[in-house]
């Protein structure tokens, strides 16, 4: 039976005294790492479960308030919704770089972003309204939040993040399990696209100058979100007062959108 976590090549070709175990050069400490895991694979594939539960728990906060907005100001704040598990090769770098030995307390104690949601919006004010929404549900604790909206990040990196525990409820216990959420709008997210792409290209011609210019790009980004803002509430501003009919159809409508 192959094993996950052993990065082991296990195909054997020829006879009993020619057979080579192929073993890829990794890292000593990463490979440490892995051993360890798979001591306890039972143990750990029951915290990715939980955290997968977990995002399930709080895409679904989202998308009832993407349903509430809807029908109260006929209008979805929320253009998509995206979740990922953090791999467990992702797991055990970064618990390497922080220099913590896995083990699924470590996991849980020193990582707060295992489980991720990002929320991407049409505009800017959507995403505060969101985060707020959510912030101040019973049963959400947000732990820590950071504004790249407003305090962006030396190279142009514009978001809103936060780390919140949400209560997942399995057959023989609660777990408060932490998920982080990003909230941006769409023009945030191309760029934050882009500048990932470079990030993680270990050579590319000309680096600093296009650096420079993904600067220049955010900036520029920035202005284009303020600007739909402002032509979206001038239209909404300038809309025709409805009729008493209207108002009447617009609720049969809504009552129909409500229920599907």
């Known amino acids: 039976m192959n094993n996950d976590f052993l990065p082991i090549n296990e195909d054997q070709t020829g006879t009993a005294d020619n ?16 051993k360890k895991m798979a001591g306890t694979v039972v143990e750990y594939r029951e915290l990715r479960m939980m955290y997968s539960c ?25 253009a ?16 390497s770089r922080l220099d913590v030995p896995f083990s699924v307390d470590n996991v849980n104690e020193y990582l707060h972003d295992v489980a991720g949601i990002r929320v ?28 790249y909206i407003k ?3 030396p190279n142009g990196y514009r978001s809103y993040h936060m780390i919140v525990s949400v209560p997942v409820f399995f057959s023989d216990q609660t777990r408060n399990m932490k998920v982080e959420v990003q909230i941006r709008t769409i023009a945030m997210d191309f760029w934050a696209s882009l500048e990932h792409q470079l990030k ?56 129909d959108l409500a229920t599907e």
Do not use: W
């Not at 728990?57 to 109260?72: G, H, I, P, Y």
């Not at 995206?82 to 797991?91: D, F, N, V």
């Not at 909404?236 to 108002?247: Q, R, S, V």
């Open 19 to 34: 057979q080579l175990l192929m073993v890829p050069f990794v890292d000593n400490g990463i490979f440490d790492q892995a």
């Open 200 to 255: 993680y290209k270990k050579e590319v011609p000309d680096q600093q100058e296009i650096v420079d210019q993904l600067t220049e790009c955010a900036t520029q980004i920035a202005q284009v979100d303020a600007t739909m803002y402002e032509l979206r509430k001038r239209i909404e501003l300038a809309e025709d007062e409805p009729t008493e009919e209207d108002l009447l159809l617009e609720k049969l409508r809504r009552i």
């Open 120 to 147: 991407i919006c049409s505009y800017v004010d959507d995403i505060y309204r969101l985060a707020h929404a959510l912030a101040k549900q019973d049963d959400i604790t947000v732990l820590n939040f950071k504004d």
């Open 151 to 153: 305090n962006p990040k």
């Open 54 to 78: 977990a995002i399930k728990e709080v895409r679904t906060k989202f998308d009832v308030l993407n349903s509430e907005f809807n029908v109260r100001y006929q209008r979805n704040p929320i």
């Open 80 to 95: 998509s919704i995206t979740s990922r598990l953090k791999s467990s090769s992702s797991i055990m770098e970064k618990l």
